[in-house]
């Protein structure tokens, strides 16, 4: 499967964006789906993930009342929706995409996109 993530961007502190990802290849609805982010000079770190129908979601507690994650099997995207966001929140954003389930841990994620920018300014 090939991922594309797009929707960051500049947004000030307190202020909302969404991400999404599209994927093309084989069926989506096989893929457990996940956000990760990395901030400059740190590691790549889990954000949130998604089953396959998904009716499951999980977050990591620094996003966990602000951010959702969606997905739309017919339309072969995920979506990371960020409300209130703050500048710890900056971050370059990736989906991933496995065809097993329920981790957080990167090394679990075979496919991953290229990544969005996103910049929250005090």
């Known amino acids: 499967v090939q991922l594309q993530a797009s929707g960051g961007g500049l947004v000030q502190a307190g202020g909302s964006l969404r991400l999404s990802c599209v994927a093309s290849?084989?069926?989506?609805?096989?893929?457990?789906m996940a956000w990760f982010r990395q901030a400059p000079g740190k590691e790549r770190k889990f954000v949130a993930r998604i089953s396959y129908s998904g009716g499951i979601s999980y977050y990591s507690d620094s996003v966990k009342g602000r951010f959702t994650i969606a997905r739309d099997n017919a339309k072969n995207t995920v979506y990371l929706r960020m409300n209130s966001l703050k500048p710890e929140d900056t971050a370059v954003y990736y989906c991933?995409?496995?065809?097993?389930?329920?981790?957080?841990?990167?090394?679990?994620?075979?496919?991953w996109g290229q990544g969005t920018q996103v910049t929250v300014s005090s």
């Open positions: 991933a995409a496995d065809l097993r389930g329920g981790n957080s841990r990167e090394s679990e994620y075979a496919y």
């Open positions: 290849g084989r069926t989506f609805s096989s893929y457990y």
